[in-house]
């Protein structure tokens, strides 16, 4: 019978419940005890010499977080199956871990690796202090602040290259301006402590006046000339632009306006195909010069023209639409809407004949569309049993999503009026 195999202990990783680092609970994790057992241990070690503070700092830099370790093992394994698992179980993992970017793990690893190295500095000195070792704090401390304020001007300065300074507003942008004047503060508070260490305070005052002055006195001689050779980037930056847009406008005219008024000359004896024609080109154009694809993907009311589109491409015909507000395509019963308004419009072109007009709002509490098109009219008792396109692809279509469908017939013209009902609960799922 073959000896029972203990059980492995779970590998030294600092773990997600923490104070500071994690570091106590990865370690009683590890060794099987209670996270307090840990904890008091370190404190007493810190009492003697500062050796749990050292102690703590060594393992904060050296031993990898939970999720680290989780996914290097399993490269690890899946490396030994096949290189093409490994990097989608890699993948998998990454998506799924704490549900950061990349980008965002490494700031933190790296704020966590050099707040692991300071500690680590700062037990080392406090140690060599306890054992008599002379330490000259009014030389470390203010290079520390030096230091401490360059890495927190290169930082924010980094962050304002990235754009991530640019992109942010209120408060954050103050904060990160709040930032750089710190650093700044600590650069110059430092090296002037250190200064006072060698150098009179009344001759430190005075060379420091002195300084101010001459760098006063080389901005004032340089400030036309950089002020004359920044509005020459600026000019420079901006022909380059409106060339750039210039060369996008060449380009689309030629790829569309051009085109269609090629064709409109070899059909120019065709009105209504010529009509037709010039109206998909205005409405491209119209599209190009004021829409904006990104904003309007998603969007109820553009979905809408894209359609009267297609129905003018297809059957011809003229459809005229103004739109207040917007909604997005992804609210319930939107669907439903949008294939109602289609087949009111479709209806509108093929028997009424003429303009066909639709005004589109979206309420807080409702969506409506109005279709009106400027035919002879008709009577609903009229229209045969086996036409069913009004009462089951408006009418009933609507009905069965929660709305309503109004059919509104006069000899001057017919109005189809459809309503749709928003609550506040459909808004927060789209939102």
């Known amino acids: 019978m073959l000896p029972e195999t203990p059980p492995q202990r779970p590998p030294l990783a600092r773990g997600p419940e923490k104070w500071v680092a994690g570091v106590c609970t990865g370690v009683a994790r590890h060794l099987t005890v209670d996270v307090r057992v840990v904890r008091v241990v370190m404190a007493v070690l810190t009492v003697f010499g500062g050796a749990g503070v050292l102690l703590y700092a060594w393992l904060w830099i050296f031993v990898p977080r939970a999720g680290e370790t989780d996914r290097a093992r399993s490269i690890s394994e899946a490396g030994k199956r096949s290189v093409s698992s490994a990097v989608v179980q890699q993948k998998q993992q990454d998506l799924s871990a ?32 306890i054992f008599g ?11 520390s ?3 401490v304020g360059a890495v927190t001007a290169w930082l924010q300065l980094d962050a304002d290259r990235r754009g991530d300074l640019r992109k942010s507003v209120g408060a954050e942008r103050w904060i ?22 060698v150098v009179p305070v009344d ?54 306006v051009l085109q269609t008024l090629a064709l409109i000359q070899r059909r120019a004896d065709d009105p209504v195909m010529v009509a037709r024609l010039a109206r998909s080109q205005e409405r491209e154009l119209r599209e190009w010069l004021y829409g904006d694809q990104e904003d309007v993907a998603a969007d109820l009311f553009a979905d809408i023209k894209r359609e009267a589109g297609r129905i003018e491409d297809d059957f011809g015909g003229e459809i005229s639409i ?6 997005p395509s992804e609210l319930p019963g939107a669907e439903a809407l949008l294939h109602a308004t289609r087949e009111a419009m479709l209806n509108a072109v093929k028997h009424g004949g003429g303009k066909v007009s639709v005004y589109c709002e979206a309420a807080p509490e409702r969506i409506e569309i109005f279709i009106r098109d400027h035919g002879p009219g008709f009577e609903i008792s009229d229209i045969p049993e ?18 309503t469908a109004r059919v509104s017939s006069t000899p001057e013209g017919t109005e189809i009026s459809l309503q749709l009902p928003v609550t506040a609960h459909d808004q927060e799922k789209t939102a």
Do not use: C, Y
């Not at 990160?176 to 650069?187: F, K, P, S, T």
């Open 176 to 197: 990160g301006a709040i930032r750089l004047i710190a650093g700044l503060v600590l650069v110059v508070g430092g090296a002037l402590a250190l200064l006072t260490g």
């Open 145 to 147: 602040a030096i230091v």
């Open 98 to 129: 704490a549900g950061e970017p990349a980008q965002v793990n490494r700031n933190i690893a790296g704020r966590e690796l050099l707040a692991g190295a300071l500690l680590l500095v700062v037990a080392a000195l406090l140690a060599a202090t």
């Open 322 to 327: 103004v739109s207040v507000g917007s909604t």
């Open 203 to 256: 001759s430190l005052v005075s060379g420091t006046l002195i300084a101010v002055a001459i760098l006063a006195g080389v901005v004032l001689v340089l400030l036309p000339w950089a002020l004359r050779e920044w509005r020459r980037f600026v000019a420079e930056r901006s022909a380059g632009w409106r060339a750039a847009e210039r060369a996008e406008i060449a380009a689309h005219l030629h790829d569309s």
């Open 133 to 143: 070792f002379s330490v000259e704090w009014r030389i470390i401390l203010p290079a």
């Open 386 to 403: 086996d036409r069913r396109g009004l009462k089951d692809s408006i009418v009933g279509r609507m009905e069965r999503h929660g709305g």
